[in-house]
């Protein structure tokens, strides 16, 4: 696919924050639209087909929050969130609304590239509807409901599968703690973290080299987990 | 000893002789500061109605017939009757009414007895001279009692400008007073003036808080100490003064300041032996303690008002203070950082190795300015215990590795050796607070030791604890670093000339561990012998392996 193409929409209320992201994004090749509030942002969702949203949080009109779940009422874009606010439980609850991904301010433009990459590569793979997920030497076998490392299978049970699914269907994007409970354990386990951390750890000794350094199945601190492609050119840097 | 009521009373006293007597009484206080048995009787003798005034009254008339005899002999008697008025008036200026009395009756007799003819008889041989001395005797009697009675009203109008002054100053010292201290020692220095006596004072413990520097070092009265814990017990608001009596004979009189609130405690003063006086001037001590009870009752108030507004301002201000350093001055930088690192990827700066330099530098600033407001941010929100650590159980190594993640920039040229246990193992934590303070350390390892060297991390298990421990080949601590570290905006002396930073990294450090209920500790074999700087957290093994 062609970077090109692709349109990104950045809404924030302050100018020298889009004058950079917009120079940034076209560095990285990307066609770039502008928005300072809410309802210019709304309008040009609908108007114009946008690849991804950056968006910012603090906006003078409506809440960031609000603007979000506003385009995801009829919305699968991408967004990417910029907050200065860097509170693990307001990220949980973006994320839960259908955030793709946040970055805090201040951040590294070459950070807001690769997540802008991950998440628009994954849309267009959704799209795509691979039944196979290949990162580095693991490769997950949707449809055979098989995961392989170095092309040998590994022996999962059906908890460490689901778990792995769960995350291997949006790959790049952080799962929140809450979501794999709910998904893998059912609404009522949804607060016993530790059955994930030794679910987690059991994952890790089978699929990465050292558990203790984990390349694939990467922790968000006090959010969730993340499946990443080591081999992509640009690692996504936990902020 | 008797602890009674209030009500003490006047058994037929006279009241002006009351208020004179009790000037008199004073004013010999004020005069003999010490207070023994033999001053005692002295002034009950000197009062008025006294032994003394009598011995003297008759002194006077022996002195006069004396006087008058040998006048007789050497020249020609004087005017007797007049003469005699002379120590009568004297007397009853000195002593009062009862010695002028004596005086003026012995004047009478001498009169009768010595000049009048016959001598040395009592027999009135005409009428003129027995209506001589009957008039003589009312004359001396009034004049007696007119002087007497001119002295007390002088000595009472100078007693009132005295209390007034006193009143004054008591009342300016309140209203000036900005502390409890200082209104209690106003009122202990007034008592202590107007009743010349002891005073205590109580806490709201009962225990006894000040005293007056007279009561020395004797032993507080039992029935003082029982009298104050028994309004403790009864609990002080709303109850009245009671009266004591101690084993010396003295009243006392117990009062808590004030009767609205027991915070103040309780009141002993030594109102002395009960004598005519007493009720008077136990009416004006529970004034006073009254007067100061209620301005201490304003101030306690007033205080409590303020300190709750500065509280709140101050919280006011902390907030918007937060709000204003994380929006104004991050908005800025993250536009500054944000544009260096547009500049960094654009191919005219990286094709030009100056250009590319100068943006690497921007960049690297503009980072630091971030670490050292991030720093200030989590400072102020330790300082206002806006700590809230939110434990999860999770492996110690999310957040080594987070913490790794973040210092990678500033370990880059490092080689840093992880050593984590290979089984799992699992904390109740907050892994944000616990990657920011192990960041924290990870930094000032790098600060603080040579660009080339290595760092190691360790995690292990130990007894009931699991500790990490970050290893330098740094700077090292001396003995003042020792003292110092981890004091907020510590650096130490060696290193503030070459180093960056504001010192609040270990402070912070301490403060996120101690949030996690976790210990840090630095230890260092000495200058430039490297330091580590070791992490404890508590381990509960039982529940970490729960399934």
């Given at each position: 696919?062609?970077?090109?193409e692709?349109?990104?929409?950045?809404?924030?209320?302050?100018?020298?924050i889009?004058?950079?992201?917009?120079?940034?994004?076209e560095?990285g090749g990307?066609?770039?639209?502008?928005?300072?509030?809410?309802?210019?942002?709304?309008?040009?969702?609908?108007?114009?087909?946008?690849?991804?949203v950056?968006?910012?949080?603090?906006?003078p009109?409506?809440?960031?929050?609000?603007?979000?779940?506003?385009?995801?009422?009829?919305?699968?874009?991408?967004?990417?969130?910029?907050?200065?606010?860097?509170?693990?439980t307001e990220k949980v609850?973006?994320?839960?609304l259908?955030?793709?991904?946040?970055?805090?301010?201040p951040?590294f433009?070459?950070e807001?590239?690769?997540?802008?990459?991950v998440?628009?590569?994954?849309?267009?793979?959704r799209?795509?509807?691979e039944?196979?997920?290949?990162l580095?030497?693991?490769?997950?076998?949707?449809?055979?409901r098989?995961?392989?490392?170095?092309?040998?299978?590994?022996?999962?049970?059906?908890?460490?599968?689901?778990l792995?699914?769960?995350?291997?269907?949006?790959?790049?994007?952080?799962?929140?703690?809450q979501?794999?409970l709910?998904?893998?354990?059912?609404?009522?386990?949804?607060n016993?973290?530790?059955?994930?951390?030794?679910f987690?750890?059991?994952?890790?000794?089978?699929?990465?080299?050292?558990p203790?350094?984990?390349?694939?199945?990467?922790t968000?601190?006090?959010?969730?987990?993340?499946?990443n492609?080591?081999?992509?050119?640009?690692?996504?840097?936990?902020? | 000893?008797?602890?009674?009521?209030?009500?003490?009373p006047?058994e037929?006293?006279?009241?002006?002789?009351?208020?004179?007597?009790d000037?008199?009484?004073?004013?010999?206080?004020?005069?003999k500061?010490?207070?023994?048995?033999?001053?005692?009787?002295?002034?009950?003798?000197?009062?008025?109605?006294?032994v003394?005034?009598?011995?003297?009254?008759?002194?006077?008339v022996?002195?006069?017939d004396?006087?008058?005899?040998?006048?007789?002999?050497?020249?020609?008697?004087?005017?007797?009757?007049?003469?005699?008025?002379?120590?009568?008036?004297v007397?009853?200026?000195?002593w009062?009414?009862?010695?002028?009395?004596v005086?003026?009756i012995?004047?009478a007799?001498?009169?009768?007895f010595?000049?009048?003819?016959?001598?040395?008889?009592?027999?009135a041989?005409?009428?003129s001279r027995?209506?001589?001395?009957?008039?003589?005797?009312?004359?001396?009697?009034?004049?007696?009692?007119?002087?007497?009675?001119?002295?007390?009203?002088?000595?009472?109008?100078?007693?009132?400008?005295?209390?007034?002054r006193?009143l004054?100053t008591?009342?300016?010292?309140?209203?000036?007073?900005?502390?409890?201290?200082?209104?209690?020692?106003?009122?202990?220095?007034?008592?202590?003036?107007l009743?010349?006596?002891?005073?205590?004072?109580?806490?709201?413990?009962?225990?006894?808080?000040?005293?007056?520097?007279?009561?020395?070092?004797?032993?507080i009265?039992?029935?003082?100490?029982?009298?104050?814990?028994?309004?403790?017990?009864a609990?002080?608001v709303?109850?009245?003064h009671?009266v004591?009596?101690?084993?010396?004979?003295?009243?006392?009189?117990?009062?808590?300041?004030?009767?609205?609130t027991?915070?103040?405690?309780?009141?002993?003063?030594?109102?002395?032996?009960?004598?005519?006086v007493?009720?008077?001037?136990?009416?004006?001590?529970?004034?006073?303690?009254?007067?100061?009870?209620?301005?201490?009752?304003?101030?306690?108030?007033?205080?409590?008002?303020s300190?709750?507004?500065?509280r709140?301002?101050t919280?006011?201000?902390?907030?918007?203070?937060?709000?204003?350093?994380s929006?104004?001055?991050r908005?800025?930088?993250?536009?500054i950082?944000?544009a260096?690192?547009?500049?960094?990827?654009?191919?005219?700066?990286?094709?030009?190795?100056?250009?590319?330099?100068?943006?690497?530098?921007?960049?690297?600033?503009?980072?630091?300015?971030?670490?050292?407001?991030?720093?200030i941010?989590?400072?102020?929100?330790?300082?206002?215990?806006?700590?809230?650590?939110?434990?999860e159980?999770?492996?110690?190594?999310?957040?080594v590795?987070?913490?790794?993640?973040?210092?990678?920039?500033?370990?880059?040229?490092r080689?840093?050796?992880?050593?984590?246990?290979?089984?799992?193992?699992?904390?109740?934590i907050?892994?944000?607070?616990?990657?920011?303070?192990?960041?924290?350390?990870?930094?000032?390892?790098a600060?603080?030791?040579?660009?080339e060297?290595?760092?190691?991390?360790r995690?292990?298990?130990?007894?009931?604890q699991?500790?990490?421990?970050?290893?330098?080949?740094g700077?090292?601590?001396?003995?003042?670093?020792?003292?110092?570290?981890g004091?907020?905006?510590?650096?130490?002396n060696?290193?503030?000339?070459?180093t960056?930073?504001?010192?609040?990294g270990?402070?912070?450090?301490?403060?996120?561990?101690?949030?996690?209920?976790?210990?840090?500790?630095?230890?260092?074999?000495?200058?430039?012998k490297?330091?580590?700087?070791?992490?404890?957290?508590?381990l509960?093994?039982k529940?970490?392996h729960?399934?």
């Amino acid at each position: 696919m062609t970077d090109g193409e692709q349109h990104v929409l950045i809404i924030d209320d302050e100018a020298q924050i889009r004058q950079f992201i917009r120079a940034g994004m076209e560095l990285g090749g990307y066609r770039v639209s502008e928005a300072a509030n809410g309802n210019d942002a709304l309008r040009e969702i609908t108007l114009h087909p946008i690849d991804l949203v950056i968006l910012d949080l603090a906006l003078p009109d409506i809440d960031g929050s609000e603007l979000l779940e506003r385009i995801r009422a009829w919305s699968t874009v991408p967004v990417i969130i910029l907050s200065v606010r860097a509170g693990e439980t307001e990220k949980v609850k973006l994320l839960e609304l259908g955030a793709d991904d946040y970055v805090v301010k201040p951040f590294f433009m070459s950070e807001l590239l690769a997540r802008a990459k991950v998440v628009m590569r994954r849309q267009s793979e959704r799209k795509d509807g691979e039944s196979a997920l290949r990162l580095d030497r693991l490769v997950i076998d949707f449809a055979a409901r098989t995961v392989a490392l170095d092309g040998k299978r590994l022996n999962l049970t059906p908890k460490e599968y689901r778990l792995l699914q769960v995350l291997a269907q949006h790959p790049g994007k952080v799962i929140t703690h809450q979501n794999l409970l709910k998904t893998v354990w059912g609404q009522a386990h949804v607060n016993n973290t530790q059955y994930l951390r030794i679910f987690v750890r059991k994952l890790r000794q089978k699929i990465e080299a050292d558990p203790n350094r984990p390349k694939v199945l990467l922790t968000e601190l006090g959010v969730g987990y993340r499946l990443n492609d080591p081999t992509a050119r640009d690692p996504i840097r936990t902020e | 000893m008797s602890i009674e009521r209030s009500a003490l009373p006047l058994e037929g006293v006279d009241d002006r002789a009351r208020l004179g007597s009790d000037v008199r009484w004073l004013t010999l206080a004020s005069l003999k500061r010490d207070f023994d048995i033999g001053r005692i009787w002295m002034r009950k003798a000197m009062a008025p109605g006294g032994v003394i005034g009598v011995i003297m009254a008759l002194v006077f008339v022996v002195a006069t017939d004396a006087f008058l005899l040998l006048m007789r002999y050497i020249h020609e008697l004087p005017p007797v009757a007049l003469t005699f008025l002379i120590p009568i008036v004297v007397a009853a200026i000195i002593w009062g009414t009862l010695s002028a009395a004596v005086t003026a009756i012995g004047g009478a007799a001498s009169l009768t007895f010595f000049f009048y003819s016959p001598f040395y008889t009592n027999s009135a041989d005409s009428r003129s001279r027995v209506l001589g001395v009957v008039v003589f005797l009312i004359v001396s009697l009034v004049l007696g009692y007119l002087a007497a009675r001119t002295r007390r009203d002088a000595a009472r109008a100078l007693k009132r400008e005295n209390e007034i002054r006193d009143l004054y100053t008591f009342s300016q010292r309140i209203s000036s007073a900005h502390s409890p201290s200082g209104i209690f020692e106003a009122m202990q220095q007034h008592l202590g003036t107007l009743v010349g006596r002891k005073v205590l004072l109580f806490d709201s413990l009962g225990t006894l808080e000040a005293k007056s520097e007279r009561l020395g070092d004797e032993d507080i009265p039992e029935a003082v100490t029982a009298a104050v814990s028994k309004m403790q017990v009864a609990g002080t608001v709303g109850s009245k003064h009671i009266v004591v009596d101690d084993d010396r004979g003295s009243a006392w009189l117990v009062r808590p300041v004030s009767t609205n609130t027991a915070d103040f405690g309780v009141i002993a003063v030594d109102l002395g032996r009960r004598s005519e006086v007493f009720d008077d001037l136990r009416a004006r001590v529970v004034a006073l303690i009254g007067d100061a009870g209620q301005s201490l009752e304003r101030l306690g108030l007033a205080r409590t008002i303020s300190e709750a507004r500065t509280r709140a301002e101050t919280e006011q201000f902390r907030e918007a203070l937060i709000g204003s350093v994380s929006h104004e001055l991050r908005t800025p930088l993250s536009s500054i950082l944000g544009a260096s690192t547009v500049l960094a990827l654009a191919p005219e700066v990286t094709g030009n190795p100056r250009l590319k330099k100068l943006a690497a530098l921007i960049h690297q600033e503009s980072e630091r300015l971030n670490v050292e407001i991030q720093n200030i941010l989590d400072a102020s929100r330790i300082s206002s215990n806006g700590l809230q650590a939110k434990l999860e159980w999770a492996e110690p190594s999310d957040f080594v590795n987070a913490a790794l993640q973040r210092c990678r920039n500033r370990l880059a040229s490092r080689t840093v050796e992880v050593t984590l246990p290979e089984e799992l193992v699992l904390l109740r934590i907050d892994s944000v607070l616990m990657e920011r303070a192990l960041g924290q350390i990870l930094d000032n390892a790098a600060k603080y030791s040579p660009p080339e060297s290595a760092i190691a991390v360790r995690g292990q298990s130990e007894g009931g604890q699991f500790a990490i421990s970050v290893t330098d080949q740094g700077a090292g601590l001396d003995a003042d670093d020792r003292v110092l570290l981890g004091q907020k905006f510590f650096r130490g002396n060696r290193h503030s000339q070459v180093t960056s930073g504001l010192g609040l990294g270990f402070w912070i450090a301490s403060a996120f561990v101690a949030a996690n209920n976790g210990t840090v500790e630095a230890t260092s074999e000495g200058v430039n012998k490297g330091m580590t700087v070791t992490i404890r957290l508590p381990l509960s093994m039982k529940e970490s392996h729960k399934d």
